[in-house]
């Protein structure tokens, strides 16, 4: 990694060690041990993609929603003179060698679900739920007009205390965006960075402010 940036493996390795995983370092196909295969029709953000072939898997990338995927695409050869692309975000349809999707979601008895603050992985059926009780809709996990109707503006200057910050910021962390840091529940400099960063990777105003009932809550809240 110091040498010439990650490949596919070590990017993964890198975000679930971040994530508050604990597990060791081993290749694309090594990780095929951990979480429950799901349809590829169930993939959800965070969920691991293998390409390849059902021998073997040659790459490995997270699951950004949306068709795309969080993936380095570089070697283990790679040097500083040499330096693979890096790590980008990309179009699932980059490659035609989707084998298998793997969730650590699932009641699996893997020892790894948890984030980065140690709490069970954070679905966006978990976030919607802690949004709605945030804001007082009603609690049901299922995002509708009610609950983006009760959504507040939150950024480092408004409303950056209130409770909605804190399923904010383990939502953010859970799709990868780790600049987001503790979810502590308090708006600063990270969480602006996270939301910027989240923003414009889908397509939304990149500010880093949830505007009350626009686009970044209606991205987050699964209502695009």
Request: glycine share 12%; net charge positive.
């Amino acid at each position: 990694m110091d040498e010439g940036g990650y490949d596919c493996s070590g990017y993964v390795y890198s975000v679930l060690r971040d994530s508050g995983f604990n597990i060791g370092r081993t290749t694309a196909d090594g990780y095929r041990a951990l979480g429950k295969k799901i349809p590829s029709s169930q993939m959800q953000s965070g969920d691991l993609l293998f390409f390849g072939n059902s021998a073997r898997a040659s790459h490995i990338a997270v699951y950004a929603g949306d068709g795309r995927m969080y993936e380095s695409i570089g070697s283990s050869r790679n040097t500083k003179a040499t330096p693979g692309k890096g790590v980008t975000l990309s179009n699932i349809t980059r490659r035609r060698d989707l084998m298998e999707v793997r969730t650590l979601y699932e009641d699996v008895d893997v020892g790894l679900k948890q984030d980065m603050d140690g709490n069970n992985l954070y679905t966006r059926k978990d976030f919607v739920q802690d949004v709605q009780v945030a804001i007082g809709a009603k609690t049901d996990g299922v995002a509708g007009r009610e609950t983006l109707s009760k959504t507040v503006t939150l950024s480092a200057i408004r409303n950056r205390k209130h409770p909605a910050v804190k399923p904010v910021q383990r939502y953010l962390s859970s799709l990868g965006y780790h600049m987001v840091g503790v979810a502590d529940g308090i708006a600063g400099p990270k969480f602006t960075a996270a939301v910027k960063a989240y923003q414009a990777d889908y397509g939304c105003l990149s500010d880093g402010e949830i505007t009350a009932g626009k686009k970044t809550w209606k991205t987050l809240l699964g209502m695009h």
